[in-house]
């Protein structure tokens, strides 16, 4: 039986465990050839890494009959997102997907962040999608075909506490894909976001202080699994979604979700001008009624997923 990635070379970053571990069996699952990437390191990115996870699931796909190369280059520089790249072509000749999920956490409350711990997360999540998709985007737009899919997080579209570092990349990364969707639709080249709810390594970093986190923990463990996340990742890659780009999505358990994106809800004008105090009197009292609550990603899914 064929699958949806026949004939496709797909690179996959943070490939070596988790999420990208996924995407990278189900790619080759599905017919693709793939380039596992993972630097190897810890979810905090403290250390060097090494090559290891990431050539595990190579073999671990050529022992099933597919086709993979393994790569630790490190995604925060553009060197190795360049190395990625010219590793797919000179291996396999050609590159016509890049699903993104390479990551760390450096989670701390914000009067209480380092320069470090906000540079680290930034370099790796959204300086890493703009390295893999900046060393790319050429040869897709020549080929007039090629697939992002790039990684946001709840934690940005929604907000976490303890994650602005973590929160701002993901949401650069989202502005990141809607441009490079813009700028690409006439080459046929696309790009989407993946907003994934699984249970991870770097999940499994968060401190559980009491025993109602201690349950939603083990909850998540159970029903939001890494596997459930990459037939989303993988289906975005294939040519039967080619008209969709510029889009967020994500999956949590058995549920997958389409986000609307930022737009005016309510507007108010003054033809004489405003004034703090017209603000303070018309406008701001205008608008409460539309205010967004500062509730986590937990007042939104309210419900435990399927």
């Not at 988790?18 to 250390?47: C, P």
């Not at 996870?53 to 995604?75: C, F, L, M, R, Y």
């Not at 890493?128 to 997080?153: C, K, M, P, W």
């Amino acid at each position: 039986m064929m699958g949806v990635l026949d004939g496709k070379i797909i690179l996959v970053t943070g490939g070596g465990r988790g999420i990208g571990r996924e995407h990278a069996l189900l790619a080759a699952r599905e017919g693709a050839k793939v380039v596992v990437n993972d630097l190897g390191g810890s979810t905090s990115g403290d250390d060097d890494g090494n090559v290891g996870p990431a050539q595990e699931v190579a073999n671990e796909i050529k022992a099933a009959g597919g086709e993979a190369v393994a790569n630790g280059d490190s995604v925060a520089l553009m060197s190795g997102a360049k190395a990625m790249f010219e590793q797919a072509m000179d291996t396999y000749g050609g590159l016509h997907g890049v699903i993104a999920p390479a990551g760390i956490l450096r989670d701390t409350m914000f009067h209480k962040m380092s320069e470090e711990d906000w540079d680290a997360v930034i370099n790796v999540h959204l300086k890493g999608s703009f390295n893999v998709t900046r060393a790319t985007i050429n040869h897709f737009r020549d080929q007039e075909d090629g697939a992002y899919v790039l990684f946001t997080s709840t934690s940005g579209l929604i907000g976490n506490i303890g994650q602005t570092n973590y929160a701002a990349a993901k949401m650069g990364i989202v502005g990141l894909s809607r441009v490079i969707a813009m700028e690409n639709e006439r080459k046929n080249v696309r790009s989407n976001i993946l907003s994934p709810s699984a249970w991870t390594r770097m999940i499994g970093t968060i401190p559980i202080k009491d025993e109602a986190t201690a349950k939603r923990m083990e909850l998540t463990k159970a029903r939001m699994r890494p596997d459930q996340i990459a037939p989303l990742g993988v289906a975005l890659v294939a040519d039967d979604a080619k008209d969709l780009s510029g889009q967020i999505f994500s999956i949590r358990g058995n549920e997958v979700y389409i986000w609307n994106q930022p737009r005016p809800i309510r507007g108010i004008a003054n033809t004489e001008g405003w004034t703090p105090s017209a603000m303070l009197s018309n406008a701001f009292p205008a608008f409460r009624a539309n205010l967004t609550d500062l509730g986590n990603a937990r007042t939104v899914f309210t419900s435990d997923p399927l």
